[in-house]
Nanobody, 121 residues
């Protein structure tokens, strides 16, 4: 089992920045691909970004590319999402997730409880 706890959400004005953190516990953090997903009110959950295990290769949704940066600190068992130039459409509950390999969203093994990000216009 892997337990994931997100933090860092909040209210920010458009154009502002936030950094989300996700602390993992349980199994070896470096064995997992880590990802961020989000779900806006009335919409389906969507992929935001992911980072591979030891190499740290990253991949982003087009909607956040160039504005968001995912990173990981394997020594601290933590993954981060630096969010810059935030837009009102970034408002959502953000979820951290872990998977041994890259799989479709529905197949990710472990999920956090989510943290709310609200961007005001």
């Amino acid at each position: 089992q892997v337990q994931l706890v997100e933090s860092g959400g909040g209210l920010v004005q458009a154009g502002g920045s936030l950094t989300l953190s996700c602390a993992a516990s349980g199994r070896t953090f470096s064995n997992y691909v880590m990802g961020w997903f989000r779900q806006a009110p009335g919409k389906e959950r969507e992929f935001v970004a992911r980072i591979r295990r030891s190499v740290g290769t990253t991949y982003y949704a087009d909607s956040v590319k160039g504005r968001f940066t995912i990173s990981r600190d394997n020594a601290k068992s933590t993954v981060y999402l630096q969010m810059n130039s935030l837009k009102p459409e970034d408002t959502a509950v953000y979820y951290c997730a872990a998977s041994p390999t890259i799989v479709p969203m529905i197949s990710w093994d472990y999920w956090g409880q989510g943290t709310q990000v609200t961007v005001s216009s």
